[in-house]
């Protein structure tokens, strides 16, 4: 099953792993000169270990026909289900959410894999079905098949990632021909039940909600937040205070600054030419994403790839905007920048799927 | 679009729809790029600036724990502003150097300030409040060196303030920074103070408040320049109790310290309007900081001054019991007024000899006799009489045996022999002897004074046990009632009135001519028993052997209070109980008994 042929190799996207790689290598110089002193350095190893692993899984997704992953979807299907389910019953509370398990000396946030799962799933649900438009039924059948683990993301309470699903499925449907009268429909269908789930969340829930939404109905958490995040975005100005200078990241008035609030960190560091390198090469990778979703030859790759790098846009847009002040906070990791082994090997895992179809475009 | 596309016309649609995708997501890309123009270009300047001097320092503003009230409307604890020391933890650039340095000025050890640091996550903004109550003078030496302080904050926060140390100490509880254990309920945060005991801790909910909190910019010298946002604390809510400041403080200063316990209630309705135990814990001493020698000394006290002995405290009923013998028999018919005995002292049954507390006896003696003198052998044979079962009965039908279901927590059941849970339990056969010992309320028997109480009331209102209220209602900040509470009648006590009327005859008695004159007063008739309970362990001579009691109400004709008075090892119950009720008494129909003195004067 391992076996890569010569031809596959030829077509290795070259551009898409460079950039990639690159946009790696910033997230380890970042991660390394936050507070040298303080065991971040057992942070960094533990980082790029993830990064092997992601290795591994990229290696082994690019090694495989993609179609037959998308006929395993079923399979991975329920299992993530499972493990979703799992985080109910062992998951470990952290700040109020459930979002981990522990797997022996790691812990495991099967919500970040299932974002991988999902796309499979998509794929299957809407080629399975034979016919030449999207047909009414697969349509619904979609919707009910990946209903239910959203429900149990939003459930966890994961917004972040349950964020970042809507706008694939939206994609996918886009890139498929929907109908704009049928979106709207969908839309507006969604909007209209908002309120519902308004009922169905507990207070405490409704109450995030409302922080997310508005930051200022809690002055002394989130708020903070995101002020402490944008003073240290702009005063990297045009080229960055450097590592040394960065008294915001250095001195910890920035949360949560090797995970989801990474960017201003390294924003402050780098100044805004850096932050104009980064997003090229992010803009480079997604695009680049685009094209393989345009150029494959047929169903199944099309919407596996355009699944993928929508994820990854909508990541690192929403990702970026929270930080600099554009969006709402939401909990959701800059992909291959964040430190977190789930996130980084989904992504590298993602990008496997990438290459493995750009590779077999012409077969 | 055509009805039936090429594949390749598909092709190139499906390749349009992405291009419109790719664009849409480039749009994004350059809206952050704007996004950080504006920030990092346009507005870096400022931001720079912010960031050099990154003051924005954030302080919760604690809310104003409620008052408790007593039933007229004056404060039984109160707060007052306080200086608490805390520290930023994400503000203290150099730790150790900051800690040794506040260590030497104020003379905390450094242990300390770690221990309350060592809780907290290491990039916390909240301030970890270290220690509270601190000096003026102490206040002055933190603020002179500020510059070398960072991280270092003097917060004013609302502290209780009692009226006296030890005022209603066991009632009211003690308020104490949230430990370890209770953290992990999850419901507050570290810091918060909450009730630990008491009233405090049963109404902690209501109580406590919500924090509010401001954000303020402070200069390079951390001195505050401006109030960016600030979100008002919710006050606690006030509380009003059924408990009588005045009585309160009677009551304490009656038993002047004696061990033992007071509890004063309304035979009408169940109110607790005062409720005493002593040795009692200094309140102001265990609120705030935790004065951990203070705490282990109390902890071993051998005089267990934690203990609230009102509900917490078992003690013999002695002679007091002698009303359930009385009310079992007349009611049952195996006893009746008329019933005489000569008394010369002893009472022989079998090989054991049990004697009257009186040498010599009370000779000839009736029943009414027999309990305004507390004589003993009277009752000896009117406990085999009766017999031991149905005096159990009668003693469950008061509420023996049984919680008062007053809202404090830890009460204690007593014990009563005999009852059908007791009778699974006891290992030994019961003997005559031991019904004998059960009349004078000897033996296995055990109350509380709580439950003595109001067993009181049911004499006196004919037979309603109620259930001990103490707090009437909690009013919210904004005026609206967030609990109300009525009397509630737990149980019944169905007597003749014929046997009613003559038990309160009796009680009125023993304080008239009886063993309980040392409570009498002028212008008020008072009913009521005393009791001196031998104590189980006799070793201790030095302290005295007996517990003393005085269970009684007042005014016999319309009562209107239960005083009962408790004093462990204090001796006679006539000698050494009756006069701290009377004292008491004396407190609550204050007006009254002046006029009469008064009128006999003049």
């Given at each position: 099953?391992?076996?890569?042929?010569?031809?596959?190799?030829?077509?290795?996207?070259?551009?898409?792993?460079?950039?990639?790689?690159?946009?790696?290598?910033?997230?380890?110089?970042?991660?390394?000169?936050?507070?040298?002193?303080?065991?971040?350095?057992?942070?960094?190893?533990?980082?790029?270990?993830?990064?092997?692993?992601?290795?591994?899984?990229?290696?082994?997704?690019?090694?495989?026909?993609?179609?037959?992953?998308?006929?395993?979807?079923?399979?991975?299907?329920?299992?993530?289900?499972?493990?979703?389910?799992?985080?109910?019953?062992?998951?470990?509370?952290?700040?109020?959410?459930?979002?981990?398990?522990?797997?022996?000396?790691?812990?495991?946030?099967?919500?970040?894999?299932?974002?991988?799962?999902?796309?499979?799933?998509?794929?299957?649900?809407?080629?399975?079905?034979?016919?030449?438009?999207?047909?009414?039924?697969?349509?619904?059948?979609?919707?009910?098949?990946?209903?239910?683990?959203?429900?149990?993301?939003?459930?966890?309470?994961?917004?972040?990632?349950?964020?970042?699903?809507?706008?694939?499925?939206?994609?996918?449907?886009?890139?498929?021909?929907?109908?704009?009268?049928?979106?709207?429909?969908?839309?507006?269908?969604?909007?209209?039940?908002?309120?519902?789930?308004?009922?169905?969340?507990?207070?405490?829930?409704?109450?995030?909600?409302?922080?997310?939404?508005?930051?200022?109905?809690?002055?002394?958490?989130?708020?903070?937040?995101?002020?402490?995040?944008?003073?240290?975005?702009?005063?990297?100005?045009?080229?960055?205070?450097?590592?040394?200078?960065?008294?915001?990241?250095?001195?910890?008035?920035?949360?949560?600054?090797?995970?989801?609030?990474?960017?201003?960190?390294?924003?402050?560091?780098?100044?805004?030419?850096?932050?104009?390198?980064?997003?090229?090469?992010?803009?480079?990778?997604?695009?680049?994403?685009?094209?393989?979703?345009?150029?494959?030859?047929?169903?199944?790759?099309?919407?596996?790839?355009?699944?993928?790098?929508?994820?990854?846009?909508?990541?690192?847009?929403?990702?970026?905007?929270?930080?600099?002040?554009?969006?709402?906070?939401?909990?959701?990791?800059?992909?291959?920048?964040?430190?977190?082994?789930?996130?980084?090997?989904?992504?590298?895992?993602?990008?496997?799927?990438?290459?493995?179809?750009?590779?077999?475009?012409?077969? | 679009?055509?009805?039936?596309?090429?594949?390749?016309?598909?092709?190139?649609?499906?390749?349009?729809?992405?291009?419109?995708?790719?664009?849409?997501?480039?749009?994004?890309?350059?809206?952050?790029?704007?996004?950080?123009?504006?920030?990092?270009?346009?507005?870096?300047?400022?931001?720079?600036?912010?960031?050099?001097?990154?003051?924005?320092?954030?302080?919760?503003?604690?809310?104003?724990?409620?008052?408790?009230?007593?039933?007229?409307?004056?404060?039984?604890?109160?707060?007052?502003?306080?200086?608490?020391?805390?520290?930023?933890?994400?503000?203290?650039?150099?730790?150790?150097?900051?800690?040794?340095?506040?260590?030497?000025?104020?003379?905390?050890?450094?242990?300390?300030?770690?221990?309350?640091?060592?809780?907290?996550?290491?990039?916390?903004?909240?301030?970890?409040?270290?220690?509270?109550?601190?000096?003026?003078?102490?206040?002055?030496?933190?603020?002179?060196?500020?510059?070398?302080?960072?991280?270092?904050?003097?917060?004013?926060?609302?502290?209780?303030?009692?009226?006296?140390?030890?005022?209603?100490?066991?009632?009211?509880?003690?308020?104490?920074?949230?430990?370890?254990?209770?953290?992990?309920?999850?419901?507050?945060?570290?810091?918060?103070?909450?009730?630990?005991?008491?009233?405090?801790?049963l109404l902690d909910e209501h109580l406590r408040g919500r924090d509010g909190g401001e954000r303020i910019e402070v200069d390079a010298m951390g001195r505050p320049v401006q109030v960016m946002r600030r979100e008002e604390p919710n006050p606690g809510a006030q509380v009003v109790t059924t408990v009588d400041?005045?009585?309160?403080?009677?009551?304490?200063?009656?038993?002047?310290?004696?061990?033992?316990?007071?509890?004063?209630?309304?035979?009408?309705?169940?109110?607790?309007?005062?409720?005493?135990?002593?040795?009692?814990?200094?309140?102001?001493?265990?609120?705030?900081?935790?004065?951990?020698?203070?705490?282990?000394?109390?902890?071993?006290?051998?005089?267990?001054?934690?203990?609230?002995?009102?509900?917490?405290?078992?003690?013999?009923?002695?002679?007091?019991?002698?009303?359930?013998?009385?009310?079992?028999?007349?009611?049952?018919?195996?006893?009746?007024?008329?019933?005489?005995?000569?008394?010369?002292?002893?009472?022989?049954?079998?090989?054991?000899?049990?004697?009257?507390?009186?040498?010599?006896?009370?000779?000839?003696?009736?029943?009414?006799?027999?309990?305004?003198?507390?004589?003993?052998?009277?009752?000896?044979?009117?406990?085999?009489?009766?017999?031991?079962?149905?005096?159990?009965?009668?003693?469950?039908?008061?509420?023996?045996?049984?919680?008062?279901?007053?809202?404090?927590?830890?009460?204690?059941?007593?014990?009563?022999?005999?009852?059908?849970?007791?009778?699974?339990?006891?290992?030994?056969?019961?003997?005559?002897?031991?019904?004998?010992?059960?009349?004078?309320?000897?033996?296995?028997?055990?109350?509380?004074?709580?439950?003595?109480?109001?067993?009181?009331?049911?004499?006196?209102?004919?037979?309603?046990?109620?259930?001990?209220?103490?707090?009437?209602?909690?009013?919210?900040?904004?005026?609206?009632?967030?609990?109300?509470?009525?009397?509630?009648?737990?149980?019944?006590?169905?007597?003749?009135?014929?046997?009613?009327?003559?038990?309160?005859?009796?009680?009125?008695?023993?304080?008239?001519?009886?063993?309980?004159?040392?409570?009498?007063?002028?212008?008020?008739?008072?009913?009521?028993?005393?009791?001196?309970?031998?104590?189980?362990?006799?070793?201790?001579?030095?302290?005295?052997?007996?517990?003393?009691?005085?269970?009684?109400?007042?005014?016999?004709?319309?009562?209107?209070?239960?005083?009962?008075?408790?004093?462990?090892?204090?001796?006679?119950?006539?000698?050494?109980?009756?006069?701290?009720?009377?004292?008491?008494?004396?407190?609550?129909?204050?007006?009254?008994?002046?006029?009469?003195?008064?009128?006999?004067?003049?």
């Amino acid at each position: 099953m391992l076996r890569l042929d010569r031809r596959l190799l030829q077509n290795v996207d070259w551009p898409l792993l460079g950039a990639a790689f690159f946009i790696i290598c910033l997230s380890l110089v970042c991660l390394s000169s936050l507070n040298p002193g303080r065991g971040i350095s057992a942070l960094v190893w533990r980082q790029v270990s993830w990064i092997g692993i992601g290795l591994v899984c990229l290696i082994v997704v690019v090694s495989v026909d993609y179609r037959n992953l998308v006929r395993a979807a079923p399979i991975l299907y329920v299992i993530g289900l499972g493990l979703l389910l799992s985080v109910f019953v062992l998951g470990r509370t952290v700040s109020g959410a459930r979002r981990w398990i522990h797997l022996g000396p790691f812990t495991v946030q099967p919500s970040e894999l299932f974002k991988f799962i999902f796309i499979l799933t998509l794929a299957w649900a809407l080629t399975s079905v034979r016919g030449e438009r999207l047909s009414r039924a697969a349509l619904v059948g979609t919707f009910v098949l990946l209903g239910v683990p959203f429900l149990l993301v939003v459930r966890q309470p994961d917004l972040g990632t349950a964020l970042v699903l809507v706008p694939v499925l939206a994609a996918t449907l886009v890139g498929l021909g929907i109908r704009m009268r049928v979106l709207g429909g969908l839309v507006l269908a969604s909007v209209a039940a908002m309120p519902l789930g308004w009922l169905v969340l507990k207070p405490y829930q409704r109450d995030r909600l409302l922080v997310y939404l508005d930051p200022f109905r809690d002055p002394l958490g989130t708020a903070y937040n995101v002020i402490q995040a944008k003073i240290a975005i702009g005063s990297g100005q045009l080229l960055g205070k450097g590592v040394g200078g960065a008294t915001q990241s250095r001195l910890s008035f920035l949360p949560e600054r090797h995970t989801d609030f990474i960017f201003a960190v390294f924003a402050e560091m780098w100044g805004f030419l850096g932050c104009l390198v980064l997003i090229v090469a992010y803009a480079l990778l997604v695009l680049r994403g685009f094209e393989i979703a345009a150029g494959a030859q047929e169903p199944r790759g099309r919407i596996l790839a355009l699944g993928v790098t929508t994820v990854f846009a909508a990541q690192v847009l929403i990702n970026i905007g929270m930080v600099t002040g554009l969006l709402p906070i939401v909990g959701i990791p800059l992909p291959l920048m964040s430190y977190g082994g789930s996130s980084m090997v989904v992504s590298l895992t993602a990008l496997g799927l990438l290459l493995s179809i750009r590779m077999r475009q012409f077969h | 679009m055509d009805l039936k596309p090429s594949p390749s016309n598909r092709r190139e649609a499906w390749g349009r729809r992405v291009l419109a995708l790719a664009v849409v997501t480039s749009v994004g890309f350059i809206a952050l790029l704007g996004q950080l123009w504006y920030l990092q270009v346009l507005e870096g300047g400022r931001m720079h600036e912010l960031s050099e001097k990154n003051r924005i320092r954030i302080r919760p503003v604690a809310a104003p724990r409620g008052i408790l009230f007593d039933r007229n409307g004056l404060p039984l604890v109160d707060n007052r502003p306080a200086f608490t020391l805390s520290l930023i933890p994400r503000e203290m650039d150099d730790r150790n150097s900051v800690l040794a340095r506040l260590s030497v000025l104020l003379k905390i050890p450094v242990g300390e300030l770690l221990d309350s640091l060592d809780r907290v996550p290491a990039d916390s903004i909240r301030p970890v409040r270290v220690r509270r109550g601190l000096s003026l003078e102490d206040v002055t030496k933190v603020e002179e060196r500020k510059l070398e302080l960072p991280g270092v904050i003097v917060e004013v926060e609302p502290q209780r303030v009692y009226p006296t140390s030890t005022f209603a100490a066991h009632l009211l509880g003690y308020v104490r920074e949230v430990n370890d254990e209770q953290m992990k309920q999850g419901r507050y945060r570290r810091g918060d103070m909450i009730g630990q005991s008491g009233l405090e801790r049963l109404l902690d909910e209501h109580l406590r408040g919500r924090d509010g909190g401001e954000r303020i910019e402070v200069d390079a010298m951390g001195r505050p320049v401006q109030v960016m946002r600030r979100e008002e604390p919710n006050p606690g809510a006030q509380v009003v109790t059924t408990v009588d400041r005045r009585i309160q403080e009677a009551a304490e200063q009656a038993m002047a310290g004696r061990p033992g316990s007071v509890v004063v209630m309304d035979p009408r309705n169940g109110d607790v309007l005062a409720m005493t135990s002593s040795p009692a814990f200094p309140l102001d001493r265990l609120t705030g900081n935790v004065d951990r020698d203070e705490w282990s000394r109390l902890v071993r006290d051998p005089m267990t001054p934690l203990m609230n002995r009102a509900l917490q405290a078992q003690y013999p009923p002695g002679s007091i019991f002698k009303i359930i013998v009385a009310a079992a028999g007349l009611q049952e018919g195996t006893l009746t007024p008329m019933d005489s005995v000569y008394c010369n002292g002893e009472f022989h049954l079998g090989n054991w000899t049990f004697k009257d507390w009186k040498s010599g006896g009370h000779g000839h003696t009736d029943l009414h006799g027999a309990i305004a003198q507390s004589c003993d052998i009277f009752f000896y044979q009117a406990g085999l009489k009766v017999g031991g079962d149905a005096m159990a009965h009668y003693a469950q039908a008061f509420g023996l045996g049984a919680p008062t279901g007053i809202d404090l927590g830890g009460e204690r059941f007593g014990l009563v022999p005999l009852s059908p849970a007791q009778r699974q339990r006891s290992k030994r056969a019961w003997q005559a002897g031991d019904t004998v010992n059960m009349s004078i309320g000897q033996g296995q028997l055990l109350v509380t004074p709580l439950q003595v109480a109001r067993m009181m009331g049911a004499v006196a209102n004919g037979g309603i046990l109620w259930k001990p209220r103490l707090v009437q209602r909690v009013e919210r900040a904004d005026g609206t009632l967030a609990y109300n509470s009525s009397s509630k009648m737990t149980e019944r006590v169905e007597l003749s009135p014929v046997v009613w009327a003559f038990l309160r005859h009796a009680l009125t008695a023993v304080v008239r001519e009886g063993t309980g004159t040392a409570a009498r007063l002028p212008g008020l008739e008072i009913a009521g028993k005393t009791g001196t309970a031998q104590t189980i362990a006799k070793s201790d001579s030095a302290k005295g052997q007996d517990h003393a009691w005085f269970a009684s109400f007042a005014p016999a004709d319309d009562p209107q209070v239960v005083v009962v008075v408790m004093v462990e090892r204090g001796g006679h119950g006539g000698q050494v109980a009756a006069p701290i009720a009377r004292a008491i008494y004396e407190a609550i129909f204050l007006q009254k008994v002046a006029q009469v003195t008064l009128g006999e004067s003049g």
